[in-house]
């Protein structure tokens, strides 16, 4: 046992120079290649967040464009529909109208037919009045000239 101190000592001694180099290498990779390379994995992770925070407004934006977009199309859809109604009120309006003055049209003519008709009818009264009266006559003149060449 006392042999195995003073040669542990010695190993001990002998492998300070190894840990003086490795504690030295550990810091110095620590520094020259871990400390840029979690700099740069920063950066990325920054640039993967503003990038992701980007597209976010992008899309937030692009989202609100859209429902403007629909809500003035829903407004041109209402506008063009009013329009359609209105003009269709005017065709029914314009027809009416149309439809009353074909109504009135045709019984002003009706009417003035009916004026026609009755005063061919009267003229045709009075010359059958006229027509029978001479008619008579005549049957009447014959009637006597017959009775009278019969007499005499």
Do not use: C, N
């Amino acid at each position: 046992m006392e042999q195995i101190l003073p040669e542990l000592g010695g190993l001990l001694l002998k492998a300070i120079p190894t840990f003086i180099i490795l504690l030295f290498l550990h810091f110095y990779f620590k520094f020259m290649l871990f400390a840029p390379l979690r700099k740069s994995l920063e950066q990325r992770d920054e640039l993967t967040a503003g990038a992701r925070r980007a597209a976010e407004r992008s899309l937030a934006i692009a989202e609100r464009k859209a429902e403007e977009y629909e809500a003035k199309f829903r407004d041109a859809r209402a506008e063009v529909y009013k329009q359609q109604e209105e003009t269709r009120k005017k065709w029914m309006e314009d027809q009416a109208a149309q439809t009353a003055a074909a109504h009135e049209r045709s019984r002003t003519s009706m009417e003035e037919a009916r004026k026609q008709i009755a005063a061919e009818a009267a003229s045709a009264r009075q010359s059958l009045d006229q027509s029978s009266a001479a008619l008579a006559d005549q049957i009447a003149d014959r009637m006597l000239s017959r009775r009278a060449g019969e007499a005499a």
